[in-house]
């Protein structure tokens, strides 16, 4: 494992230092569209912690997305907050409404907690829409402030935060928590048995990945601009996400980020396909989740390991 | 040498829908000694050893470690207090060592906690070393022996020095010598003063070990003593044989005139790597009524779900003359092959009626409505049942409607895996005389596994020993009688 492990070090570092050269090379629409990849693959990362770790099925990541990046754009275009401070009221108010969700939705079982939080999306998107003359509605709304207009430095903002919180998300997946968190993902009554209480571990989870997507949502909005109902809340988006974790491997966090990365850069270069884009991507997803449902960096880490 | 008393179950009670599962238990755990639970399957045992490990919330009594009642608590709480589990069956984490896996019982239940600390991972290997795991602690559990595999749990069970250590089945699908290494162990759990409770189906297993036991039936505490007084007494003899072995000579089918209905043979089944069945070799004639017996976990249920179609195994099965391996278990069961589980696997949403309808789902409309009336005679407490939800039948109801629905498939072979079990003797003779009615009102060939040889006997042509996942004894109920009524529990 120690051995794996160091691998998978040196292995980041290296593509962490190819990336970071990438603005020498590529133009400034290829930096925008690997920018959000990066953002996306911060949403995949949170997603797998509560999925590949604690063994839930969350299918609202994009209800923890929306909280921050609203919070964010409200709280930067109404009150003029700088940019720091709305960040980290995002990461507040996607923690606060993780836990307002996830304390009673941990009391169901099975499908019951996937569904809470695909209902809590439509919520959401529907308060969004409601509430039009707070939050602009269907349409969006502009936020005055953006993180910079260099398509250079943005991208190096991207990939900063995507290595912070991949170092810290795969550190936590790695540390003692994150061991009694698989237990309890896979073995419930086997983790309670050996005195750990479940649920406690189970809704600081679902807690981390709401501080990474709040954060994660609020920094895309003053990266793009703009917040809208259809980048940062609606169910497509919580598919997208989904989909892109399962692609790179389940219980591997850093496989979410590959996967997010892969599906976004692919649906870019298959643009010329026109429609069938999208149609493509998600064969390829499909045939990924069917023949190697461990995902593309699961299938590479745990060859020969199976049950 | 037995010490304090550790644990106190006093007055237990435990109902699951219509079905009381433990009534009135009392007893107590003392310190430096091994107590052994034994009871048929369906007795109640394993309810017990959840509710005293607060996996299952009981709904009356009280259970007190050290004079504190921990009854309903959290099982977490529950284990931080002292009590420790080793399961049957174990799910490792896959994706960590041995040692690791050991370590994670060494954690505190904390949220802050990021790293293990040094002594963690020492006294996790010291652990692992005392119950013999010291050579594999780096290998990951799919690599692991079954008997490996327990020993892990029996690691993570005791890594964090409990009072109350509760093994279920603790020789299941262990060889011989195994089980001798196992039983050091445990012993070495009681010379370090803890208590220790064996939860077993027979008392043959436990005897060597247990100081004393404590046998269970429908729910209550039938008998206490060592386990010789416990294995002479009258009232477990009764509910493990069912009374005196009564043997009826059957007119029965000539075996070798009758056409064979099932044909068996060489059947292997693996469940990772404990062998649950060894070349398993039978036959069921047109017409004739087989039973297999043998106790709990001899590998009968198995056998069934390989017939079924519902586990995969090696050998093969032929249903009058058609090899049912490339069939689903649908198509099995609609090629008249009908499966009563011992788990009933009823609808327990739907009601008595719906559960029969969809038995009879297949056939006409004239042709159901006769079949129902059939079933309704057979079983008449069903029709005065008819719109009750499933689930709150009582268990001889339940067993009712589970043979009832499957009556209602026009069965060729019926299975009936342990009709018998957790029921009282009175719903035991109503049992019996439907199935004599089967006998002279149908043609049908019934596949019977029982372990209660009293009730099976009386309905058999011809009788299977199964023991360990092997067929070790086959003749007719006469001779079963003779040779084997001794020796048997």
């Known amino acids: ?307 | 040498m037995s010490g304090a008393v550790r644990l106190q179950v006093s007055g237990l009670g435990k109902r699951f829908g219509g079905v009381v599962a433990v009534k009135n238990m009392n007893f107590e755990l003392r310190a430096g000694e091994i107590t052994g639970l034994i009871g048929p399957n369906g007795s109640g045992k394993s309810t017990v050893m959840s509710l005293i490990m607060g996996l299952v919330r009981p709904n009356s009594g009280a259970v007190k470690l050290d004079g504190v009642d921990i009854a309903g608590w959290p099982a977490h709480r529950i284990a931080r207090a002292g009590v420790s589990i080793v399961f049957q069956h174990s799910r490792p984490l896959q994706r960590q060592t041995v040692l690791e896996n050991v370590k994670l019982a060494l954690l505190p239940d904390s949220l802050l906690q990021l790293a293990t600390e040094a002594t963690a991972a020492q006294r996790a290997r010291a652990i692992a070393e005392r119950v013999g795991l010291g050579g594999v602690l780096q290998r990951h559990p799919w690599t692991l022996p079954f008997a490996d595999l327990r020993r892990m749990e029996l690691a993570k069970a005791v890594a964090r020095d409990p009072k109350v250590v509760l093994i279920d089945e603790p020789f299941a699908g262990l060889t011989t010598t195994e089980i001798r290494v196992f039983s050091d162990l445990i012993r070495t759990l009681r010379d370090e003063g803890r208590a220790v409770l064996l939860v077993d189906h027979s008392v043959k297993s436990v005897a060597a070990l247990a100081d004393r036991v404590i046998a269970m039936y429908l729910g209550e505490h039938i008998a206490e003593g060592s386990a010789d007084e416990v294995m002479q007494n009258e009232t477990v003899r009764r509910v493990y044989i069912g009374g005196a072995i009564e043997a009826v000579e059957r007119k029965g089918v000539a075996a070798e005139a009758a056409a064979t209905l099932l044909d068996v043979d060489a059947v292997e089944v693996f469940y990772g790597k404990a062998n649950a069945l060894d070349r398993v070799a039978l036959r069921v004639q047109q017409d004739e009524f087989v039973s297999i017996v043998g106790l709990n976990g001899a590998g009968k249920t198995t056998l069934f779900n390989a017939i079924s179609g519902l586990v995969p195994y090696r050998g093969a099965i032929r249903f009058a003359g058609r090899d049912l391996k490339s069939l689903t278990a649908a198509a099995i069961a609609r090629a008249g092959v009908v499966h009563c589980p011992e788990t009933r696997e009823l609808f327990g949403y739907m009601s008595v009626r719906e559960n029969l309808d969809l038995g009879g789902g297949h056939l006409s409309k004239a042709e159901r409505e006769r079949q129902l009336a059939w079933v309704f005679d057979l079983f008449p407490i069903l029709e005065q049942r008819q719109t009750q939800a499933a689930r709150t039948l009582s268990g001889g109801e339940q067993q009712m409607l589970t043979l009832g629905r499957a009556l209602m498939m026009q069965p060729k072979l019926l299975i009936l895996d342990e009709p018998t079990l957790g029921l009282a003797p009175v719903i035991l003779g109503q049992l019996s005389k439907a199935i004599e009615r089967l006998r002279q009102e149908r043609s049908l060939t019934l596949l019977l596994a029982e372990q209660n040889v009293t009730f099976a006997l009386p309905h058999s042509d011809r009788v299977y020993v199964l023991d360990h996942g092997r067929i070790t004894w086959h003749g007719d109920p006469v001779r079963f009688a003779q040779e084997m009524s001794t020796g048997y529990l």
């Open chain 1, 1 to 307: 494992m120690a051995l794996l492990r160091s691998r998978i070090v040196w292995i980041g570092a290296a593509v962490v230092l190819i990336a970071a050269l990438l603005p020498f090379w590529l133009s400034a629409y290829l930096l925008g569209i690997l920018t959000a990849a990066y953002y996306f693959g911060v949403f995949a990362m949170a997603w797998d912690l509560l999925f590949g770790f604690a063994g839930e099925v969350n299918f609202g990541p994009t209800f923890l997305i929306g909280l921050g990046a609203y919070t964010a754009a409200i709280l930067n275009s109404t009150f003029g907050l700088p940019i720091p401070l709305c960040v980290i009221a995002a990461a507040f108010a996607a923690v606060a409404g993780g836990i307002l969700l996830a304390v009673p939705a941990l009391r169901l079982r099975g499908p019951y907690f996937g569904l809470v939080t695909l209902v809590a999306v439509l919520l959401l998107q529907n308060f969004v829409v409601i509430f039009a003359s707070v939050t602009g509605g269907e349409i969006g709304m502009t936020v005055p402030d953006v993180l910079s207009i260099d398509a250079s430095v943005n991208y190096w903002y991207a990939l900063a935060f995507l290595v912070v919180c991949a170092v810290l998300l795969y550190g936590l997946s790695r540390s003692a928590v994150g061991l009694i968190l698989q237990a309890s993902g896979q073995d419930a009554v086997g983790a309670a048995a050996l005195g750990f209480n479940v649920t406690k571990h189970k809704v600081a989870a679902f807690c981390v990945s709401a501080l990474f997507s709040g954060t994660a949502g609020a920094m895309l909005i003053f990266y793009m601009g703009t917040a809208s109902v259809d980048t940062v809340v609606d169910v497509a988006i919580a598919v997208q996400i989904i989909i892109a974790a399962v692609l790179g491997g389940r219980r591997t966090i850093l496989g979410a980020a590959l996967g997010a990365v892969f599906l976004i850069v692919a649906n870019e270069f298959l643009r010329p396909l026109g429609q069938l884009n999208t149609f493509v991507v998600a064969a390829i997803a499909l045939g990924v989740i069917l023949f190697f449902p461990d995902g593309l960096l699961g299938y590479a880490l745990h060859r020969g390991e199976r049950e």
